[in-house]
């Protein structure tokens, strides 16, 4: 099932290991938000930007999509939902 999806640069991308994990992908859980670091953001919907009050960090500024979110080899790909 598609979800709405959100991301923006991580700015404390250089405290990561190898300071390589510069994209925030923000999902919505059952419990409320979950946060993944990629290195590498590949994004194959229509876009569109938003601010949202998040927890414990207040406003931020994300671009979003509705799609499918998946990691390989460290890097997050954002695809269509296919077609039912």
Not at 18 to 28: F, H, K, Q, S, Y
Request: net charge negative.
């Amino acid at each position: 099932m598609p979800s709405l999806i959100r991301y923006r640069y991580n700015t404390m991308a250089a405290e990561t290991p190898d300071g390589a994990w510069n994209w925030r992908v923000i999902l919505e859980t059952g419990q409320g938000f979950e946060e993944v670091l990629v290195r590498d953001l590949v994004v194959n919907v229509p876009s569109f930007s938003r601010a949202d009050e998040m927890p414990v960090v207040g406003r931020k500024f994300h671009m979003a999509c509705i799609g499918r979110f998946r990691v390989e080899d460290g890097i997050g790909i954002v695809d269509a939902a296919p077609a039912a």
